[in-house]
Every structure is written in structure tokens, then in C-alpha cells.
């Protein structure tokens, strides 16, 4: 099985009067060179109507968008005012689809892979669901104890991606 499909929903509501909101950044992406926009062929019909996943443009579209997400993290300012939003980030719950190419490529880009959580090796790929239930897990295991600052940065096919910045309280997790 490739994909362990899953459904998963983060329901988001106003912050209370007065307090900054949890969500601090969020942004997506839809572009890039057609390899990269073909780079996942869902019901191929030149491979029995089969996904195709052709991995050197799936790496190179993960990359492009990892580069484009921590250089504008490390362009805006870190909430207290020192250094970097990256710098204020403590937790980074990317999208659970290849733990050693993000992993390698988070490295390579400046980020430390301490950073990192996978769950990946439990569960498998839950595909769109992977990020919403990876942050359930990252509770669930203990990693996230109080309020903290996640990156959440996904990637999918047709050279889509995006991310969000936001303190995730563990008692906010079912």
C-alpha cells in the first residue's frame, strides 16, 4: 500500500479579546516548472491507471518550495523582536510523506533535523491528513508539553505547497 489515506480537519476559532492570535503566518503555493507539476500522476493511464511518482521532480519541488519557505521564515521578524520567526520556532511537523528526503533537505537548507518530527515509521503516509494528524501525535507523544511555535510545511502533487506558523497549546489536541 503507498498511501494510508486519512481525513483530517483543524477546526480554528477567533482568539480571545485581546490576546494575539495562534496563527502568526500561513502561506501557499500552486506553481513551478511542468516536470514538477507532473512530477505525481494520479490514474495514469501509461502505467494501468496507476499513481506515478517520478522522484527526482518530486525532490527537486520539495526543495524548491523548503528553500522559499525558510527564507521568507528567516525574513520576518522574530515575535519578541530578536532574530527570526525561524529562530522562534521550536517544533517543525512537516508532511509525512518521505522522512529522508525532508529530512535532507531541511538539513541542507539551514534547519536542524532535531527539530523535526516524523511518525511516519507508526502510520505511513496519510497523504493530506499526514500534517493534521502528526500534530495529534506530536502531542500524544509527549513532544509538545505547553504552548509552543510549529512550522508545518506541506508539499503535494501538482506542485502545490504551503505552511503555517502557530503556538498549538497541547490541551487544544484531542
Known amino acids: 500500500m503507498l498511501f494510508g489515506d486519512a481525513s483530517a480537519a483543524l477546526?480554528?476559532?477567533?482568539?480571545?479579546?485581546?490576546?494575539?492570535?495562534?496563527?502568526?503566518?500561513?502561506q501557499t503555493y500552486a506553481s513551478g516548472p511542468m516536470g514538477e507539476?507532473?512530477?505525481?500522476i494520479w490514474s495514469n493511464p501509461e502505467f494501468d491507471n496507476d499513481v506515478t511518482v517520478y522522484g527526482p521532480d518530486v525532490r527537486a519541488l520539495v526543495k524548491r518550495?523548503?528553500?522559499?519557505?525558510?527564507?521568507?521564515?528567516?525574513?520576518?521578524?522574530?515575535?519578541?523582536?530578536?532574530?527570526?520567526?525561524?529562530?522562534?520556532?521550536?517544533v517543525v511537523v512537516p508532511h509525512q510523506a518521505n522522512k529522508t528526503m525532508v529530512t535532507s533537505i531541511a538539513e541542507a537548507a539551514g534547519l536542524d533535523a532535531s527539530r523535526l518530527y516524523f511518525d511516519i515509521e507508526r502510520v505511513g503516509n496519510r497523504s493530506s491528513?499526514?500534517?493534521p494528524l502528526a500534530l495529534q501525535d506530536v502531542v500524544r507523544d509527549g513532544v509538545l508539553t505547553r504552548p509552543t511555535r510549529?512550522?508545518?510545511?506541506?508539499?503535494?502533487?501538482?506542485?502545490?505547497?504551503?505552511?503555517?506558523?502557530?503556538?498549538?497549546?497541547?490541551?487544544i489536541v484531542p
Not at 477546526?11 to 500561513?26: L, M, N, R, T
Not at 507539476?37 to 505525481?40: A, E, F, G, K, Y
Not at 519557505?69 to 530578536?82: S, V
Not at 508545518?152 to 497541547?170: D, E, I, Q, W
Request: no cysteine; proline share 10%; glycine share 12%.
Open 129 to 131: 491528513a499526514s500534517i
Open 65 to 90: 518550495y523548503m528553500d522559499q519557505m525558510l527564507a521568507e521564515l528567516r525574513a520576518l521578524r522574530h515575535p519578541d523582536g530578536h532574530g527570526s520567526m525561524l529562530d522562534a520556532i521550536e
Open 37 to 40: 507539476v507532473d512530477s505525481i
Open 150 to 171: 510549529v512550522f508545518t510545511p506541506g508539499f503535494g502533487a501538482r506542485a502545490v505547497g504551503g505552511y503555517l506558523v502557530a503556538r498549538f497549546a497541547p490541551s
Open 11 to 26: 477546526v480554528v476559532g477567533p482568539a480571545p479579546s485581546g490576546a494575539p492570535p495562534d496563527i502568526e503566518v500561513s
